[in-house]
């Protein structure tokens, strides 16, 4: 059974940039799609983005430009990196994995981690 | 980009069925996959390509889509089952192709 991990700081200020890395546990980061998903407080999901192992992305239109999701498969980890944040980043933040397509569901999500911007 | 409209709230007595839709246009053309969320928890797989449900997912719940309008049914609604509950498309001809559901919140009364 996959399992994920964020870890990163849980506080980034104002025009800074949030940066996240999400560790895979139990399987190869290996032949799989790997996607950030977001939530503001009390708001619903939103779609970052997500990369193939191979180091292929698709970004949320909305973000394209401040986000950047990067791979290591050495370690196991993929890493997501937002600049600019302002206070409308301020959400939970999970990993996930949709498998080997990238239009799947999502099978595996991370527990989450909450990202506050603020000064 | 696609559009997905949730109802906000549905509310139902233990026992009895819960349905929840997701209208979008042509939205039997995609495949449906749908989400259950409670409170501090990560999102949970129910059900995906509309009808099928993960390994340790009760049969209480199926899915269906057709139309414009695709339905999360829960038979047999029990307390636990309350949660937000999010429809979720992949639309292919569109740049941001995952798109997910405002979501709904199911009480149960």
């Known amino acids: 059974q996959v399992q994920l991990q964020e870890s990163g700081p849980g506080l980034v200020k104002p025009s800074e940039t949030l940066s996240l890395t999400c560790t895979v546990s139990?399987?190869?980061?290996?032949?799989?799609?790997w996607s950030w998903i977001r939530q503001p407080p009390g708001k619903g999901l939103e779609w970052i983005g997500y990369i193939y192992y191979s180091g292929s992305t698709n970004y949320n239109p909305s973000l394209k430009s401040r986000v950047t999701i990067s791979v290591d498969t050495s370690k196991n980890q993929f890493s997501l990196k937002l600049s600019s944040v302002t206070a409308a980043d301020t959400a939970v933040y999970y990993c996930?994995?949709?498998?080997?397509?990238?239009?799947?569901?999502?099978?595996?999500w991370g527990q989450g981690t909450l990202v506050t911007v603020s000064s | 980009s696609y559009v997905l409209t949730q109802p906000p709230s549905v509310s139902v007595a233990p026992g009895k069925t819960a349905r929840i839709t997701c209208g979008g246009n042509?939205?039997?053309?995609?495949?449906v996959h749908w989400y259950q969320q409670k409170p501090g928890q990560a999102p949970v797989l129910v059900i995906y390509?509309?009808?099928d449900r993960p390994s340790g997912i009760p049969e209480r719940f199926s899915g269906s889509n057709s139309g414009n309008t695709a339905t999360l049914t829960i038979s047999r609604v029990e307390a636990g089952d309350e949660a937000d509950y999010y429809c979720q498309v992949w639309d292919s001809s569109s740049d941001h192709p995952r798109v997910f559901g405002g979501g709904t919140k199911l009480t149960v009364l």
């Open positions: 390509y509309d009808s």
């Open positions: 996930a994995t949709t498998g080997i397509a990238a239009a799947g569901p999502i099978q595996h």
């Open positions: 042509n939205i039997g053309s995609k495949s």
């Open positions: 139990g399987g190869s980061i290996s032949s799989y799609y």
